[in-house]
């Protein structure tokens, strides 16, 4: 009976590790995604009845794959030891929420949507800047606390001189930080913002292009160096994890001196020990 089960479980592993296998994982997650998009348009209406199967056939499909990636690990803990699999597992959980309920089907909608998520779950490399993104968050708080700091700055200072030029702009420093951040995005603002300063003070230039030089290109190329940093790090320990890629080779390596280090330790010691 052990045996038998070890047998299919390696079956479901196999399975699993199948780039066919994968592949229609995705497929199915892009057909998901292109059934939530055909129910936004009224063109659709005539097919809601192919479109609800589509979806059931959608969600029967997600709830085997799941199980199948349960079957195939030695305890069900271990599946549920991973961030990924947890999520997956909550996003085909979700979609088992029906859709004839009235009361529900908002819900099951919105439920719905978060599906095509799961492409993340499936590509490695979207995982990466996934897990970038999250742990780059608190190093980017710093460089927001700084940036806000400089807002502040150059609100105060733009209050004081350019209140008169618009008071709907300047008004406050409030106004002025938002008037800033219109600056910051570059949306109009010369026209709306610049050269109606630089009619009352020619040398505004100079408050504007500081702003724009310390925000929309030191502050900007610091965000993307933080996370180009921790995706760097994420990458290396992905290819640590799957035993591919230079930095396996490289760790291997090291694995190998120290071996063949402790062989010249203990060599040497029994050279000693004879002598």
């Known amino acids: 009976m052990a045996a038998s089960a070890s047998n299919w479980r390696g079956r479901f592993e196999q399975l699993r590790a199948n780039k066919f296998f994968e592949l229609a994982v995705i497929a199915i997650i892009i057909l998901s995604a292109l059934l939530i998009g055909a129910k936004t348009y009224e063109e659709t209406s005539r097919f809601q009845q192919a479109l609800v199967v589509l979806d059931m056939g959608v969600t029967a499909f997600f709830l085997v794959e799941l199980l199948i990636r349960m079957a195939a690990e ?3 803990i271990d599946f549920f030891k991973k961030g990924w699999n947890v999520f997956d597992f909550l996003i085909v959980v979700a979609s088992l929420v029906p859709l004839n309920d009235s009361e529900m089907v ?4 919105l439920l719905r949507i978060f ?7 499936m590509i490695p490399e979207l995982r990466i800047l996934m897990v970038a993104l999250f ?4 190093r980017m708080g710093y460089v927001l606390l700084l940036m ?3 807002f502040y700055i150059y609100g105060a200072v733009g209050s004081f001189l350019f209140v008169d030029v618009d008071p709907k702009l300047w008004g406050n420093i409030s106004l002025a930080m938002l008037t800033l951040f219109q600056v910051a995005t570059f949306e109009s603002w ?3 913002v610049l050269y109606p300063a630089m009619e009352h003070y020619p040398y505004a230039w100079i408050y504007f292009l500081t702003f724009i030089f310390l925000n929309a290109f030191v502050f900007l190329n610091m ?3 933080i996370v180009l940093d921790v995706m760097q790090k994420e990458s290396v320990a992905i290819e640590l994890e799957n035993g591919e890629g230079e930095a396996a080779e490289l760790h291997g390596l090291r694995s190998d001196v120290r071996e063949l280090r402790d062989q010249l330790n203990r060599m040497e010691s029994l050279l000693k020990e004879r002598s």
Not at 106 to 109: G, I, Q, V
Not at 135 to 138: E, F, L
């Open 115 to 121: 599906r095509v998520l799961r492409l993340v779950s």
């Open 135 to 138: 742990k780059s968050i608190p």
């Open 106 to 109: 908002l819900l099951a909608r």
């Open 223 to 225: 965000m993307i160096g």
């Open 190 to 192: 010369a026209t709306a």
């Open 74 to 76: 030695k305890r069900l």
């Open 148 to 150: 806000f700091i400089i």
